[in-house]
Antibody
Framework: QVQLVQSGAEVKKPGASVKVSCKAS????????MHWVRQAPGQGLEWMGLSNPTDDSTIYAQNFQGRLTMTSDTSTSTVSMELSGLRSEDTAVYFC????????????WGQGTLVTVSS | QSALTQPRSVSGSPGQSVTISCTGTSSDVGDYNYVSWYQEQPGKAPKLIIY???KRPSGVPDRFSGSRSGNTASLTISGLQAEDEADYYCCSRAGGPYVFGTGTKVTVL
C-alpha cells in the first residue's frame, strides 16, 4: 500500500536550518508530485511548495522564497525539504503529501514531523 | 498568495445540514475547477473528502457535497453525524502555487 514515511522530530535554534525527509513506497515515485504543507500549533494548513520528482523542478509559495529548498532522490524514492533561517514562527508540524493531478488532490499524507524552533 | 477565507466555526445538531464557505478571488477559486476539501481530526493527517469542486473520492459518504458560485466554494454536510466533528479546509490552485483556506471547526451539538 502507499506509504509516506517522514523523518523524526527536530529541535533547532533560531537562525539554523532543518531538513525533513519523506520516503515514498507502494507506488511509482515519479508519477506523482510531492508537496509540503505545514501546520503551526493551533493554526491552519499552509501550503509551502511542490517538487516534481520527474525533473526535480519545484514551485515554492511566495512566503518561503529564498528560505526553502526541496529536492528529490529517485534512487531512494525520497523527497526532502530544507528550511533555513528558522524563527520561532516556523515551529510547526510539517507534512509531505503526494498529488497526481495538479489539482489540490492530496490523496496520501506523511505522518507529520514536528519542528520546534527555540533558543 | 493570501489564504482563502472560511468561517472560524459552524455547528449543528445530529441530522441537520451545515455549509462551510470558502471565499477566494478570480485568481484562485474563481479561475480553476480545482477546489478540494479536507477533513482533519485531532492528531491525524488531513483526509481528502471533495475534489474538483464537487467530486467525492471512493469511500467518502455522499452526505458530503461541494459546489461553487463565482469566487466562493462551499462544502455541505447533510445529515450531520458525531464523527463529522473536525476541522475542514478548502484548497485551490492559484496559478502555479496552491492555497488553503483558513479552516473551519465543525461542532456537532
Amino acid at each position: 500500500q502507499v506509504q509516506l514515511v517522514q523523518s523524526g522530530a527536530e529541535v533547532k535554534k533560531p537562525g539554523a536550518s532543518v531538513k525533513v525527509s519523506c520516503k515514498a513506497s507502494g507506488y511509482t515515485f515519479t508519477s506523482y508530485y510531492m508537496h509540503w504543507v505545514r501546520q503551526a500549533p493551533g493554526q491552519g494548513l499552509e501550503w509551502m511548495g511542490l517538487s516534481n520528482p520527474t525533473d526535480d523542478s519545484t514551485i515554492y509559495a511566495q512566503n518561503f522564497q529564498g528560505r526553502l529548498t526541496m529536492t528529490s532522490d529517485t534512487s531512494t524514492s525520497t523527497v526532502s525539504m530544507e528550511l533555513s533561517g528558522l524563527r520561532s514562527e516556523d515551529t510547526a508540524v510539517y507534512f509531505c503529501a503526494r498529488e497526481l493531478m495538479a489539482a489540490c488532490y492530496f490523496d496520501n499524507w506523511g505522518q507529520g514531523t514536528l519542528v520546534t524552533v527555540s533558543s | 498568495q493570501s489564504a482563502l477565507t472560511q468561517p472560524r466555526s459552524v455547528s449543528g445538531s445530529p441530522g441537520q445540514s451545515v455549509t462551510i464557505s470558502c471565499t477566494g478571488t478570480s485568481s484562485d477559486v474563481g479561475d480553476y475547477n480545482y477546489v478540494s476539501w479536507y477533513q482533519e481530526q485531532p492528531g491525524k493527517a488531513p483526509k481528502l473528502i471533495i475534489y474538483d469542486v464537487n467530486k467525492r473520492p471512493s469511500g467518502v459518504p455522499d452526505r458530503f457535497s461541494g459546489s461553487r458560485s463565482g469566487n466562493t466554494a462551499s462544502l455541505t454536510i447533510s445529515g450531520l453525524q458525531a464523527e463529522d466533528e473536525a476541522d475542514y479546509y478548502c484548497c485551490s490552485r492559484a496559478g502555479g502555487p496552491y492555497v488553503f483556506g483558513t479552516g473551519t471547526k465543525v461542532t456537532v451539538l
